[in-house]
Every structure is written in C-alpha cells, then in structure tokens.
C-alpha cells in the first residue's frame, strides 16, 4: 500500500487549498479513506472521511462547512478542499486508509496559513 499526498503549501488566511492522495497497491474503491492532520504540539486528529462511493462524509467540526472532501475511484485519489484557512489548520496532513487490520499513512503534506 502506498498513499502519497500533494498539494500543501503557504497560504494566507482567508484561501484555498485543495489537498491529493492518490493510492496504489490495494483495491482503492473497495476502503474508505480518511484525512488527518497534526497541528504543531498537538495529537494527531481526524479531519475527514469517505466511504468507498462517496455518497457519505465525515467532518471535524472545526472544518465543518468549509471543506469538502471527495474521491475519484478511477483516479484512485482522494481529495480535500478546505476553504476560508485559518491559522490554526496550520498542520501536516495526512491521507490514510485501514486494510485488513493495519493502518497506512502516506508521508504527509505540509499546510501553513500564515500573512
């Protein structure tokens, strides 16, 4: 299993940034797949979820009504649009996904909110 993410970067606050993970190595439509993110100091925590057709969603509240997350079962990737950026999304984000049992993590992307 390999996830990879892309599309971080340094934004200000007030923007845009649409977050990819595109996954190889396990049959991509058959799992739901997760966003999280680690915050400087802080535990890793769930930001948002999909189930395997997309057709149920699940939002942190502090990213609730301002991000959209979504997939492309043909592309294998999953996405994340967050809107409105605020500092404290600042955070490393990470796409992950369960298979038999065992958790998978990909490398991470950098998302900094900063003027």
């Known amino acids: 299993v390999m996830l990879v993410e892309s599309g971080g970067g340094l934004v200000q606050p007030g923007g845009s940034l649409r977050l990819s993970c595109t996954a190889s190595g396990f049959t991509f439509s058959a799992y739901a797949m997760n966003w999280y993110r680690r915050a400087p100091g802080k535990e890793r925590e769930l930001v948002a979820s999909i189930t395997t057709t997309g057709r149920s969603t699940y939002y942190e509240d502090s990213v609730k009504g301002r991000s959209t997350i979504s997939r492309d079962n043909a592309q294998n990737t999953v996405y994340l649009q967050i809107n409105s950026l605020k500092p404290e999304d600042t955070a490393v984000y990470y796409c992950?996904?369960?298979?038999?049992?065992?958790?998978?993590w990909g490398q991470g992307t950098q998302v900094t909110v900063s003027s």
């Open positions: 992950n996904v369960q298979v038999s049992s065992v958790r998978y």
